[in-house]
T-cell receptor, first 115, second 114 residues
Framework: GAGVSQSPSNKVTEKGKDVELRCDPI?????LYWYRQSLGQGLEFLIY????????KSGLPSDRFSAERTGGSVSTLTIQRTQQEDSAVYLC?????????????FGSGTQLSVL | AQSVSQHNHHVILSEAASLELGCNYS??????LFWYVQYPGQHLQLLLK??????LVKGIKGFEAEFIKSKFSFNLRKPSVQWSDTAEYFC????????????FGKGTRLSVIA
């Protein structure tokens, strides 16, 4: 596609429910990243994929968070038993290859609100 | 672990004023450095990056940044800001080797008033 697409754009859920956030990277981009943006906290790295594998899961805040990527394309970030502190904007980005000086292309994010 | 510090949380300038946003990082090895910008209602986009060569990097819209290795800094500058530069600016760093993620600072919100 023309850019990185994320859905839904907004999600309101109740504490304790599970949520799934979707990311469609730019076609042909092999690397995919998830970040979380909280008010006043900048961007917090969560996980990245090279193809379908995730070499670095170090940023996932707890075992309630998981992510997968299928077909080297779409990725889903799942948060189980959501808590109020999970409220944030979840950003997805992709790049052509996994390289340390590669430009990241970001989606518009999913605003998650946990009541 | 790496960290990135952006000194100013919110900067307010009048149009035509000069801009300098500070960014310092903690890693002692070879790094790649980036500035990303998020205009109101838009997604994050790359403003400029440095990974080797001339430490003075020019980006889009008249922005530039200077890498000063001895100071672990990569400050963003623009000689004369415009109202359309109102946005949030993020500095980011990663190590040049290994599979390290891009680490972002907390961002600086720039408001340019007429």
């Amino acid at each position: 596609g023309a850019g990185v697409s994320q859905s839904p754009s907004n999600k309101v859920t109740e504490k304790g429910k599970d949520v799934e956030l979707r990311c469609d990277p730019i076609s042909g981009h092999t690397a995919l990243y998830w970040y979380r943006q909280s008010l006043g906290q900048g961007l917090e790295f969560l996980i990245y994929f090279q193809g379908n594998s995730a070499p670095d899961k170090s940023g996932l805040p707890s075992d309630r968070f998981s992510a997968e990527r299928t077909g080297g394309s779409v990725s889903t970030l799942t948060i189980q038993r959501t808590q109020q502190e999970d409220s944030a904007v979840y950003l997805c980005a992709s790049s052509k290859v996994r390289g340390n000086n590669e430009k990241l292309f970001f989606g518009s994010g999913t605003q998650l609100s946990v009541l | 672990a790496q960290s990135v510090s952006q000194h100013n949380h919110h900067v307010i300038l009048s149009e035509a004023a000069s801009l300098e946003l500070g960014c310092n990082y903690s890693y002692g090895g070879t790094v790649n450095l980036f500035w990303y910008v998020q205009y109101p209602g838009q997604h994050l986009q790359l403003l400029l990056k440095y990974f080797s060569g001339d430490p003075l990097v020019k980006g889009i819209k008249g922005f530039e940044a200077e890498f000063i290795k001895s100071k672990f800094s990569f400050n963003l500058r623009k000689p004369s800001v415009q109202w359309s530069d109102t946005a949030e600016y993020f500095c980011a760093v990663n190590e040049d080797s290994g599979n390290t993620p891009l680490v972002f600072g907390k961002g600086t919100r720039l408001s340019v008033i007429a």
